[in-house]
């Protein structure tokens, strides 16, 4: 093969590729061919690498500290992390120029969490999560052109410009909930659902170490422990509840042991392998019947709360400056690729233009989309229901509910 591509390379080289080597900016031209036989010639098909150990809570064996990275796998996580990054930091810009309003939750640092839970589980499982829930519409499925329309309020949006930031859905993706902890008396609800059916599903269901204290998550445990039901509850923590740092919040910060009678791991949530591998681990505890398990995952965010939070009040600019520069989720994945031969620095490169025209087309749309009709105010109450009327403001005033 490799040699295929060399004769290749020459016979282009030889034909209108060197007349165009003596023009400028054909450089380029030339340097795409190499990279592209190196595509094929040069980059192994797979590598191990070793993972940080995950502490356990009621488990005799934990997840493996080896994990297997094909190059096919390794391009479409990093793909995946940087077009939830380029997103973010769209998100960012139009918030401050006031094209999106209301709350908006950023999460940008945080991104080896939701691609790392989405490659081990199923299309057919199921999740919902906090407010924090650009990362995880995008990786069930969701497009990021859909996703900035929501942000924008626009009728192109993945919850017809209804929802904003907080309350975005897909399929098997129940949001994007508003009030602390109370989606994760949802999740078990949908866990009992997939056992009640006797389908192997399971739900992951995710809260922050800000909600960790809520007295309901302990409730939600309880029950689902006494049905033995297949719930992944996972813990982002991401050390700061808002503005509160976890030592501040919680007499204990073991937040994988909360469960007390349920398993726990404790996992590097900026290790897209870790979190890959934790996740399988989990997965596989829970479809073989044996109840649910706790996954703290220890993560970080680099905006503030929200958007109104400098987040710089309470942690310095040099804390955050020091975990982008030594545990940030996309260089960490990016090192590991480019030193064990699994692509090349021009390959990545090329992939971050591709998302930023992405990121750059879909920001378009979320901007010049129309905003949904009054009329449409209220729709979409009930699915599969006859159209009924709705009052508004006042009784005079009507409006038609469609499903």
Known sequence: MRKMLLAALSRVLQGPAAAAAARPGAVSEVSRVVVASRNYADFASEATFDIKKCDLHRLEEGPPVTA???REEGLHYYRTMQTIRRMELKSDQLYKQKIIRGFCHLYDGQEACCVGLEAAINPTDHLITA????????TRGTAVREI???????????AKGKGGSMHMYAHNFYGGNGIVGAQ???GAGIALACKYFGKDEICLTLYGDGAANQGQIFETYNM???WKLPCIFICENN???MGTSVERAAASTDYYKRGDYIPGIRVDGMDILCVREAT????EHCRSGKGPMLMELQTYRYHGHSMSDPGISYRTREEIQEVRSKSDPITLLKDRMVNNSLSSVEELKEIDVEVRKEIEEAAQFATTDPEP???ELGNHIYKNEPPFEVRGPSQWIKYKSVG
């Open 184 to 186: 994760v008396p949802l």
């Open 148 to 158: 900035l329309a929501e942000l924008t309020g626009r009728k192109g949006g993945c």
């Open 224 to 226: 689902a422990a006494l």
């Open 373 to 375: 009709p009054l009329e």
């Open 131 to 138: 407010y924090r829930a650009h990362g995880y519409a995008y």
């Open 280 to 283: 399988k681990f989990a997965a």
């Open 68 to 70: 297997v990275l094909t």
């Open 239 to 241: 050390r700061y509840g």
